[in-house]
Nanobody, 125 residues
């Protein structure tokens, strides 16, 4: 059974940085593509970033390109989202997700089978 646990959220001023981590437990982390999504109050869950099973491919939403970086450590079963130059519009609950695919790196939520509980990120102006 796959479990994902996010950490690292919090309150930060605009222009600041946060580092989100997602700890994976279960079988064969290296066979999963991993993604980060976020959901602001009253809005749909949106794609933020994704990384292939071996870290060789990464994708980002246009709104975070150049500010956020996704990475993974298959030896430690973790995926990290480094968020820099944060803006108030980045405020949301951030979710880590796992997709059992070594082929695709999905940018849509329905391709992901497993989800964490989410971590709140609040950026003040």
């Amino acid at each position: 059974q796959v479990q994902l646990v996010e950490s690292g959220g919090g309150l930060v001023q605009a222009g600041g940085s946060l580092r989100l981590s997602c700890a994976y437990s279960g079988r064969s982390f290296s066979t999963y593509a991993m993604g980060w999504f976020r959901q602001a109050p009253g809005k749909e869950r949106d794609f933020v970033a994704a990384i292939s099973w071996n870290g060789g491919r990464t994708y980002y939403a246009d709104s975070v390109k150049g500010r956020f970086t996704i990475s993974r450590d298959n030896a430690k079963n973790t995926v990290v989202l480094q968020m820099n130059s944060l803006k108030p519009e980045d405020t949301a609950v951030y979710y880590c997700a796992a997709d059992p695919s070594r082929v695709r790196v999905a940018v849509v939520s329905y391709e992901y089978d497993y989800w964490g509980q989410g971590t709140q990120v609040t950026v003040s102006s």
